[in-house]
C-alpha cells in the first residue's frame, strides 16, 4: 500500500504535547521569534498527558514572594523524600523558576484557590496550592498552540533520527498519522523529548475493564524512555519506581486529605500501625526512619507491611472530617477535578466518607519521572551552579548532542508535578534555541537510508497481520503473529512476577531478574511479529515497543543496585538493606542499538550543603 | 469507568473522537455514530464527555469493581467558565457540585511573540521568560558552585 | 422539463409504477415495524420514557407537551437541529428537503400524470429534477467530506460499510432518476431503459434495506428528541446537572473536530 510521506522541517521539533512539551513550546517562541517551533503529539494537545481531567492542586509552588519556601528547601524535601538521591543541581532549576510558571498560570486564567484571610494561595501543603483546575490542560494548550509554528495531532512519534554527518547528535524523528497512516518524517536542528513515562508495565490489580483505571495514565507508554534509550542516551535511576497508596480501585488522590482535611489512616481494627514498624524500618534503612516528613515509601512499607499481617484493609478515616460541608466539597472536588473514576467507585457502592471510612490500597508499580519518583534520562545541569560532573553543555541536554528532555523524561527531578514540568519544559526550551542559535550554519542531516528503513519497521504490524490472518478463520488466536494486547499483558505479567509487582510484594532478586530478562528477550523478539489490524493497534503496537524497552531498561537497573533503597517502593530480597557505603550514587545505563547490550555505571551524588 | 454513547443523541460529530488522549472513541461502522472501542484502555478522563455537544456520553464505573445503578455526570459550560457534576448514588442519594474552570475568556491567553523580544543579555542568563517579574521577587535565586558537595553528608 | 414518468406506458402500464411506488410507501412502514419488533427499541423507549418519569422533579403538563412536541418538529425535524455541525446540518437540510420534494413529485406523477397524453404541469417535473439534485449535491457532499468516519477517523471516502447503506442507495437513486430522465429526454430509449432498471434497483434497495440500513432512524431522532425535552423540562435530564446559575462572557474554545 503506498503512503504519503510527509516532510516537516524544523528549528526545535518538541515531541509530545502534554505539560513538558507546552512549556518548552511556549518558551521556545519566547526566545526563538524566528524559529520554526513544531509540536507533536500522538492524541490532541486540548486533552492530552496525565493531566487530562485535570488537577485539583499544584503540588510544587515556593511561595518565594511570601517568603514561604526557597528552592533550597525544596531540594531538602525531595532529596530526603528520594531516601538522598536526587540531582539537586537540576532540582533547584526547577523550583527557583516554578513560581514564575505558577503566576503566568494565573494570569492566563486558571482559577487558584485563595486564603480567604490572608489572601494568599491556599495551601493544601508546604508545597501544594489548591486549585479549581478542570481545564487547566486545555489552558496550557492554548499557551502551546499560540507558541507553535505548527501543531501536529494524532502523529505518533516512534524513533528518534540520527545525523549521518555526525555520530551522537539527534537529527529528527519519524511517525505516523494514527489517522490517516501517511509516513512522517521531521527534520529538527533540536529535539525536546517530552513525551509519557511508563504505566502498564506491571500487571495492574484489575485485569478486566478495570485495567484503564491506571493511577497514571493509561496513555503514557514509556515513549520518554524508549526514545532516547534508542537514540544512546544515557538513562538514570530507572530502577525507582513508585508504588502509590491511594483510595482502593479508583487510585483516587491522597494529598488533599491528609494535608488539608487532615485525614489519617488506621487498619481495619482501627489502630494507628505506623508507629508500630518504625523499628523494623530502622533496621533496614538506618537514620533514614527519622527524617521529616516521613520518605513516602516508608509509609507504604509500613501499609505493606501491616496488610501482610494480616489487619488490612486500610481505611482513611474521614467520618470526622467530612462532618465539615467545606470539607466534604472539598473531599469530593478534589476527585471530580483529578481523578473522576474515584467519584464514580464511591457512588457505585454507596459509600459516603461521612459514613464508611473508605479503604486504602498499594498500587502496581510505574516509572516516571515527575512524582515522588525520578526515572528517566540522564541530564546535563544549569550552567551558573552545577558541578563539571554534571555539566556538558547546555541545560536539559541529554547525552546526546541536541536531545533535550523535560517531565517525565528526565531522571532525577523528583516532586516537580505539572508546574516543575511544564518549568522544566520552559528551561529546556531556552537552552534549545541557544544551541540552534549557535549553530545557524549546521544543520544536522537525515539519511534518506536510515527513514525509509525505519518507514518498513514501523508499518510491518500492519503487514504481518495482513498477510498472517489468511491463516486462520477468525478470532485473535494466530501462530503467526501476536496481538499489542497479547504482548502488553505478557509484558505486564514478567514485570510482575519477576521485577517487582504486587503479586510478590514488591519483591525481587537477582535469580528471579536475571529469568525476567530472559524472558522479556524472548517477548523482544516476539515484537517482530506483532500483528495489527488498523491504525489504532498500529499506535498500540508501538506504544508496547516503548514499553517493552523500558522495561528492559528498569529491569538492568534493577539488577545493578544491589541494595534495598526504597523499601515500599521495592525490595532486593537478596540485598534487604540500604548500603550507603557502595550504593550512595545514580545508577546509569546505556543501551546500544547495534549490539543489544546495556552498559552501566556509577554517577555521584552532589548535596547542597548548609 | 468506562465511557458509552446514548444511541439516539449522538449525531455523528466526531469531536469525541478528535479529543480522546486514549484515541478510544470511534465510529460504529452500522449507525455512524460512536463508541468505545476499547473499554481496558479508558481512563474515565471525561473528555469526550465534556466534548460532546449533544450529552451523549455517559459513564458506567468498571464493571471490575463498581455495581451498577450509580451516575456521575457533568455539564462543562465554556461560556459560564463552569463545570457543574451530580453523582447519584446507586442507593439514590445525589450530590452536586459546580466549580469554575477559568478566570480569563477562551483565547485570550498573550502569546510570547506579543511581548517586547527578549534582549541578548537575557539571553545569556538563567532567566527564563518574564523573569524576574514573573517571580514577584527581585532577583532570581542561584546558588554557588561551592555549595554543591559529592558524596554523603 | 418534461415528466418522465410520462414517457413510461409505452413499455410499462401506469398502474404498474402506482403499485410499486405503493409497494415502495409500504416497504418503508413495514421495514420500520419489523425493525421496532425485532429489536425491542419501542418497548425500551417505553421503559425509559417509566424511568424518566420517576425521576422527575416536576410535572410537564398537556399544554408544556404540546408546545415542546412543536418545537421538535420546528427546530429537530424541519431545521435539522439534531445536527450539531453548521456544515453537516446544511448538507442534511439540503439531502431531506430535496428528498420529500423529489418523492412527493414522484408520487404525483406516477399517480395523478402517469401519460404521455397529460403530463402535468411543467413546474412538477421541474422540482423533481430540483429535488433529486438536491439529494445528489446534499448527498455528494456529505459523503465525500462530512462523514464522520472520514473527516474526523481518517478513512477513505470510499471505503463503505453497512452505515452507508441508506446514504448511497439514497444517491444512486437520485443520480439514476437524474441521468434517466436526461437520457430519456435526449430521446435514447436502450440507454434510458437501462439507467430506469438501474433507477429501479436503487429505489428498491433504499426502501427494502429499511429493517438493516440508518433510514429508519429518521423517524427514532424526533421521538428521542421530544422525549429529551420533555426530560429537560421535567428536571431528571437524564441525570445530566442542571445549568450553572452563572453569568457569561467567556466565549467558547470549541475548535472543528478533524485535528490532524
Redesign the interface.
Known amino acids: 500500500m503506498s503512503r504519503k510521506t510527509v516532510f516537516v522541517d524544523s528549528d526545535i521539533l518538541v515531541v509530545g504535547g502534554g505539560m513538558g512539551g507546552c512549556g518548552a513550546t511556549?518558551?521556545s517562541?519566547?526566545?526563538g521569534?524566528d524559529l520554526k517551533i513544531v509540536c507533536v503529539e500522538?492524541?490532541?494537545i486540548?486533552?492530552?498527558?496525565a493531566v487530562?481531567?485535570g488537577l485539583y492542586a499544584i503540588n510544587c509552588y515556593m511561595g518565594?514572594?511570601w517568603n514561604e519556601n526557597?528552592?533550597?528547601d525544596h531540594v531538602r524535601y525531595a532529596r530526603n523524600d528520594l531516601m538522598?538521591l536526587v540531582r539537586?543541581?537540576l532540582g533547584?532549576d526547577i523550583a527557583?523558576?516554578v513560581?514564575?510558571?505558577v503566576?503566568?498560570f494565573?494570569e492566563?486564567?486558571?482559577?487558584i484557590m485563595k486564603d480567604p484571610k490572608t489572601g494568599k494561595y491556599q495551601r493544601e501543603g508546604k508545597w501544594q496550592i489548591m486549585i479549581?483546575g478542570?481545564?487547566y490542560k486545555?489552558?496550557v494548550a492554548?499557551?502551546a498552540r499560540?507558541?507553535a509554528s505548527e501543531v501536529?495531532?494524532?502523529?505518533m512519534v516512534t524513533h528518534l533520527l540520527m545525523d549521518s554527518k555526525r555520530p551522537n547528535r539527534v537529527a529528527g524523528a519519524v511517525g505516523f498519522?494514527?489517522?490517516?497512516?501517511d509516513f512522517y518524517v521531521f527534520r529538527a536542528k533540536a529535539v525536546i523529548v517530552a513525551a509519557g513515562g511508563a504505566s502498564h508495565i506491571f500487571k495492574p490489580r484489575?485485569?478486566?475493564?478495570?485495567?484503564?483505571?491506571?493511577w497514571y495514565?493509561?496513555?503514557s507508554s514509556a515513549s520518554a524512555y524508549a526514545l532516547p534509550i534508542l537514540a544512546g542516551a544515557k538513562m538514570t535511576q530507572m530502577e525507582n519506581r513508585i508504588v502509590l497508596t491511594r483510595f482502593k480501585?479508583g487510585y483516587g488522590p491522597v494529598g488533599a486529605y491528609f494535608l488539608h482535611l487532615k485525614t489519617y489512616t488506621q487498619n481495619a481494627y482501627g489502630q494507628d500501625y505506623e508507629a508500630f514498624w518504625r523499628d523494623s524500618i530502622e533496621k533496614m534503612v538506618g537514620d533514614y526512619v527519622n527524617h521529616h516528613p516521613v520518605p513516602t515509601c516508608l509509609r507504604n512499607h509500613a501499609l505493606l507491611e501491616e496488610v501482610k499481617a494480616g489487619r488490612g484493609p486500610i481505611r482513611m478515616v474521614t467520618k470526622e472530617a467530612f462532618k465539615d460541608p467545606h470539607k466534604e466539597?472539598i473531599g469530593?472536588?478534589n476527585f471530580?477535578?483529578m481523578t473522576?473514576?474515584q467519584?464514580?467507585?464511591?457512588?457505585?457502592?454507596?459509600i459516603?466518607p461521612k459514613e464508611i471510612n473508605p479503604e486504602l490500597t498499594t498500587s502496581e508499580p510505574y516509572v516516571m519521572g515527575s512524582h515522588a519518583t525520578c526515572s528517566g534520562a540522564w541530564a546535563s545541569g544549569?550552567?551558573?551552579?552545577?558541578?563539571a560532573?554534571y555539566q556538558w553543555g547546555y541545560n536539559r541536554m541529554m547525552t546526546v548532542e541536541g536531545l533535550f528532555g523535560a517531565g517525565d523524561t528526565i531522571g532525577g527531578t523528583a516532586h516537580k508535578f505539572s508546574s516543575g514540568s511544564f518549568?522544566e519544559g520552559?528551561?529546556a526550551a531556552?537552552a534549545a534555541v541557544?544551541y540552534v542559535m549557535e549553530r545557524s550554519n549546521d544543520r544536522p542531516e537525515v539519511s534518506e537510508k536510515e527513514y525509509e528503513q525505519l518507514r518498513a519497521v514501523v508499518y510491518q504490524p500492519l503487514e504481518n497481520y495482513r498477510i498472517g490472518r489468511n491463516e486462520i478463520v477468525a478470532g485473535t488466536v494466530s501462530p503467526s503473529y501476536i496481538l499489542p494486547l497479547h504482548g502488553l499483558q505478557r509484558l505486564e505479567k514478567i514485570m510482575d512476577e519477576y521485577v517487582v509487582g504486587i503479586s510478590s510484594h514488591y519483591t525481587t532478586n537477582e535469580p528471579l531478574l536475571t529469568r525476567g530478562l530472559e524472558l522479556l528477550a524472548m517477548l523482544k523478539e516476539d515484537l517482530s511479529c506483532l500483528g495489527a489490524p488498523d491504525?489504532?493497534q498500529l499506535?498500540r503496537a508501538w506504544e508496547l515497543q516503548h514499553r517493552v524497552l523500558a522495561s528492559e531498561c528498569v529491569t538492568q537497573h534493577t539488577l545493578f543496585r544491589q541494595e534495598t533503597r526504597w523499601p515500599g517502593y521495592y525490595y532486593r530480597a537478596d540485598h534487604p538493606r540500604l548500603d550507603?557505603k557502595d550504593w550512595?550514587c545514580f545508577t546509569l545505563s546505556r543501551y546500544d542499538r547495534q549490539t543489544g547490550r546495556w552498559e552501566m555505571e556509577k554517577a555521584?551524588?552532589?548535596?547542597?550543603?548548609d | 469507568?468506562?465511557t458509552f454513547v446514548y444511541m439516539t443523541s449522538c449525531d455523528g460529530c466526531g469531536y469525541c473522537v478528535?479529543?480522546?488522549?486514549?484515541?478510544?472513541m470511534?465510529i460504529d461502522t452500522t449507525y455512524r455514530r460512536a463508541y468505545n472501542?476499547?473499554?481496558?484502555?479508558?481512563?474515565?478522563?471525561?473528555?469526550c464527555v465534556k466534548a460532546c455537544p449533544q450529552h451523549a456520553i455517559d459513564?458506567r464505573?468498571?464493571?471490575?469493581?463498581?455495581?451498577?445503578?450509580?451516575?456521575?455526570r457533568?455539564l462543562?459550560e465554556e461560556e459560564k467558565a463552569t463545570?457543574s457534576?451530580r453523582?447519584?448514588?446507586?442507593?439514590g442519594?445525589e450530590?452536586n457540585?459546580v466549580?469554575?474552570?477559568?478566570?480569563?475568556?477562551?483565547?485570550?491567553?498573550?502569546?510570547?511573540?506579543e511581548?517586547a523580544?527578549?534582549s541578548a543579555a537575557a539571553?545569556s542568563s538563567?532567566e527564563?521568560?518574564?523573569?524576574?517579574e514573573?517571580?514577584?521577587?527581585d532577583v532570581?535565586?542561584?546558588?554557588?558552585?561551592s555549595?554543591?558537595?559529592?558524596?554523603?553528608? | 422539463m418534461h415528466n418522465p414518468f410520462a414517457a413510461l406506458p409505452a413499455s410499462i402500464p401506469p398502474i404498474a409504477m402506482q403499485i410499486y411506488v405503493a409497494v415502495m410507501f409500504l416497504l418503508v412502514v413495514f421495514g420500520t415495524l419489523l425493525d421496532l419488533a425485532h429489536k425491542g427499541s419501542a418497548k425500551y423507549f417505553f421503559q425509559h420514557r417509566r424511568v424518566a418519569s420517576f425521576g422527575a422533579r416536576r410535572r410537564v403538563d398537556a399544554g408544556e407537551a404540546a408546545a415542546l412536541a412543536a418545537e421538535t418538529i420546528a427546530v429537530s425535524v424541519l431545521a435539522a437541529g439534531e445536527f450539531c455541525g453548521m456544515l453537516r446540518r446544511v448538507t442534511h437540510l439540503l439531502t431531506m428537503y430535496g428528498f420529500v420534494l423529489y418523492v412527493v413529485t414522484t408520487a404525483v406523477m406516477v399517480f395523478a400524470y402517469p401519460t404521455a397524453a397529460a403530463p402535468g404541469p411543467a413546474i412538477l417535473s421541474e422540482l423533481w429534477y430540483l429535488g433529486a439534485l438536491l439529494v445528489c449535491v446534499g448527498g455528494l457532499w456529505f459523503w465525500l467530506l462530512q462523514r464522520v468516519d472520514v473527516a474526523a477517523?481518517?478513512h477513505s471516502p470510499f471505503r463503505l460499510v453497512r452505515a452507508d447503506l441508506f446514504v448511497v442507495s439514497l444517491l444512486a437513486s437520485a443520480a439514476f432518476a437524474l441521468i434517466w430522465g436526461g437520457v430519456q429526454a435526449a430521446g435514447d430509449h436502450a440507454s434510458a431503459n437501462a439507467f430506469f432498471g438501474l433507477y429501479l434497483l436503487s429505489n428498491t434497495v433504499l426502501f427494502g434495506s429499511v429493517p438493516w440500513s440508518k433510514f429508519a432512524h429518521m423517524f427514532y431522532k424526533p421521538a428521542a428528541a421530544f422525549q429529551r425535552r420533555i426530560e429537560h423540562a421535567s428536571g431528571f435530564r437524564n441525570n445530566l446537572p442542571a445549568p450553572a446559575d452563572r453569568p457569561v462572557g467567556f466565549g467558547s474554545?470549541r475548535?472543528q473536530p478533524h485535528?490532524?
Open positions: 511556549y518558551e517562541r519566547y526566545w521569534r500522538k492524541a490532541n486540548e486533552r492530552s498527558g487530562a481531567q518565594m514572594q526557597q528552592p533550597e538522598g539537586e543541581d533547584y527557583r523558576h513560581d514564575a510558571t503566576h503566568k494565573e492566563w486564567g486558571l482559577p479549581h478542570e481545564s486545555p489552558l492554548e499557551a499560540k507558541a501536529y495531532n494524532r502523529i498519522n494514527v489517522r490517516n497512516g484489575a485485569v478486566g475493564e478495570g485495567m484503564g483505571r491506571t495514565a493509561p496513555w480501585d466539597t469530593w472536588e471530580l477535578g473522576i473514576g467519584a464514580v467507585v464511591w457512588a457505585s457502592q454507596n459516603d544549569p550552567e551558573d551552579y552545577a558541578p560532573e518549568t520552559r528551561i531556552k541557544k491504525l489504532h499506535q550507603d550512595h555521584p551524588v552532589y548535596h547542597i550543603i | 469507568m468506562p478528535d479529543i480522546c488522549p486514549s484515541d478510544i470511534h472501542v476499547e473499554p481496558n484502555m479508558c481512563w474515565e478522563c471525561y473528555s459513564c464505573g468498571y464493571a471490575d469493581f463498581a455495581p451498577l445503578g450509580h451516575s456521575v457533568v462543562r463545570v457534576w453523582i447519584k448514588f446507586r442507593d442519594r450530590k457540585f466549580s469554575p474552570i477559568r478566570t480569563t475568556p477562551w483565547g485570550s491567553i498573550k502569546g510570547p511573540s511581548y523580544p527578549p539571553m538563567q527564563l521568560a518574564h523573569e524576574p514573573a517571580l514577584k521577587v532570581l535565586p542561584t546558588l554557588a558552585r555549595r554543591l558537595k559529592k558524596g554523603l553528608v | 477517523e481518517g474554545a475548535r485535528n490532524y
